[in-house]
């Protein structure tokens, strides 16, 4: 079964509004998660890193009032996208490092559109 | 992904092997991984292989790995259409960063 999951998997939005993605590790605790982003038929690219207890730190190239990260427990990461545009439509993908740091887990997705 | 790169298209029949290529550039990288994603699906882990090792088999699964010339290979044995995906490569950094491939999307025909 899963060990990290996002929600939700599939979400549209109109532009201009924002939405929250989640990625929860399940049954492990992780210091760190990452946030990528996979436009149509490209490859993943980081986003930014996110720390519990901590800021975010972001890739060059992403704008991070417009992604807001929230790393608030050893199991949850949010991704916030804040005035979302048409182009913002993608599919995000979040993973999580377990404490022994020896471990990856990507979640399922999140496929977001913007209309 | 642009210090990790693959062929983009790989065509081959059904129960012949499949056999996708890749090269990353980062040496320091302790596990190079192999995902694959279908159609409006997520990312699925396929295998991983340590550094310090030369190949790796798991059931139909044959990863090879060349450190000195930095190249990573998938054998997938005895194709079948269930396959049909793109495979990305990847390699981490210390700081558990992935870096991928463009990905090769692998179409088996009957």
């Known amino acids: ?115 | 992904g642009e210090d990790v790169e693959q062929s983009l298209f790989l065509s081959v029949r059904e129960g012949d092997s499949s056999v996708i290529n890749c090269t990353y550039t980062d040496s320091s990288s302790t596990y190079l991984y192999w995902y694959k994603q279908e159609p409006g699906a997520g990312l699925q882990l396929l295998t991983y292989i340590f550094s310090n090792m030369d190949m790796k088999q798991d059931q139909r699964l044959t990863v090879l790995l060349n450190k000195k010339d930095k190249h990573l290979s998938l054998r997938i044995a005895d194709t079948q259409t269930g396959d049909s995906a793109i495979y990305f490569c990847a390699e981490i950094s210390n700081d558990y960063k992935l870096s991928f491939g463009a990905g090769t999307t692998v179409t088996v025909r009957a």
């Open chain 1, 1 to 115: 079964g899963a060990v990290v999951s996002q929600h939700p998997s599939r979400v549209i939005c109109k532009s201009g509004t924002s939405v929250k993605i989640e990625c929860r590790s399940l049954d492990f605790q992780a210091t760190t998660m990452f946030w990528y982003r996979q436009f149509p038929k490209q490859s993943l690219m980081l986003m930014a890193t996110s720390n519990e207890g901590s800021k975010a730190t972001y890739e060059q190239g992403v704008e991070k009032d417009k992604f807001l990260i929230n790393h608030a427990s050893l199991t949850l990461s949010t991704l916030t996208v804040t005035s979302a545009h048409p182009e913002d439509s993608s599919f995000y993908i979040c993973s999580a490092v377990g404490l022994s740091g020896n471990t990856i887990y990507f979640g399922e997705g999140s496929w977001l559109t913007v209309v």
